[in-house]
């Protein structure tokens, strides 16, 4: 059974940290790149940040280049994204997508709310 499961969102303060992890299962994590996408309300769904499937290349979103840090440890099936310097337009729902080829999987989303 497949599972992606998100956790680490919350209401954060602009200008603070947040770390989101995603723990995978049922598949061969390290055949799988991994990206973080997101969801702001009345918007459509962007990428925010991909790994490669043993982490020698990342890609960023020019809107969080510098401020996010995609990573993964493939002995733990889990991918993390570590947001800096969070903004309010970073808030949306933050997505977790493994894809391998044309097979790719998706967690529920975790929450992330920028806001004083």
């Known amino acids: 059974q497949v599972q992606v499961v998100e956790s680490g969102g919350g209401l954060v303060q602009p200008g603070g940290s947040l770390r989101l992890s995603c723990a995978a299962s049922g598949f061969t994590f390290s055949h799988y790149a991994m990206r973080w996408y997101r969801q702001a309300p009345g918007r459509e769904r962007e990428l925010v940040a991909g790994?490669?499937?043993?982490?020698?290349?990342?890609n960023y979103a020019d809107s969080v280049k510098g401020r996010f840090t995609i990573s993964r440890d493939n002995a733990k099936n889990t991918v993390y994204l570590q947001m800096n310097s969070l903004k309010p337009e970073d808030t949306a729902v933050y997505y977790c997508?493994?894809?391998?080829?044309?097979?790719?999987?998706w967690g529920q989303g975790t929450q992330v709310t920028v806001s004083s």
């Open positions: 790994i490669s499937s043993f982490g020698s290349n990342t």
């Open positions: 997508n493994a894809q391998s080829g044309l097979v790719g999987y």
